[in-house]
């Protein structure tokens, strides 16, 4: 199984918003990068994933989350009221994916990007490398290892 990391808002869906429904899936729509979707295409149930906390005042891994389905169609992209329209896709043709992702656990305490970026045998994590700006992103299983013992 692969393991990932995405970035979201906690105002928009962060850990405690799994946490609150744990026995249900929520959606992760509206990626609106090809690279990223692309990762989320990638993405197969089961496969676990580290929530990141970003743009908000408590940044960093907060919790983690396993894929329940793996990529379809993103319904918003073909809604005209949303905001992650597109009016290029199409049914035929989706631009555009989302996957639906359940609660595993909260971690015991916030684990921030300056305590992430200073772990050695992290240099090649997107996260930490300039520039990159990806809301979902693969993770290695010793990258992954080192992130949580961070915590």
């Known amino acids: 199984m692969a393991k990932w990391l ?10 405690d918003d799994f946490a609150a429904a744990p026995d249900k899936t929520i959606p992760w729509d509206g990626v609106r990068n090809y690279q990223a979707r692309n990762f989320l295409k990638d993405m197969a149930e089961g ?10 005042k408590d940044i960093g891994v907060a919790g983690i989350v396993r894929i329940a389905r ?5 319904p918003a992209q073909f809604d005209p009221e949303s905001p992650y329209f597109d009016a290029k896709s199409t049914p035929d043709k989706p631009r555009w994916q989302a996957v639906d992702m359940m609660f595993v656990r ?10 992430i970026r200073s772990q050695p045998g992290l240099d090649n994590l997107a996260l930490v490398r ?3 700006r990806l809301s979902v992103m693969p993770v290695s299983d010793e990258e992954w290892q080192i992130i949580l013992a961070a915590g």
């Open 130 to 132: 300039k520039g990159n």
């Open 106 to 115: 909260k971690l015991p305490r916030l684990i921030p990007l300056d305590r």
């Open 47 to 56: 496969d676990e994933v580290l929530v990141y906390h970003s743009s908000c």
């Open 70 to 74: 793996s990529a379809y169609p993103d």
């Open 6 to 15: 995405v970035k979201t808002e906690p105002s928009e869906c962060g850990i």
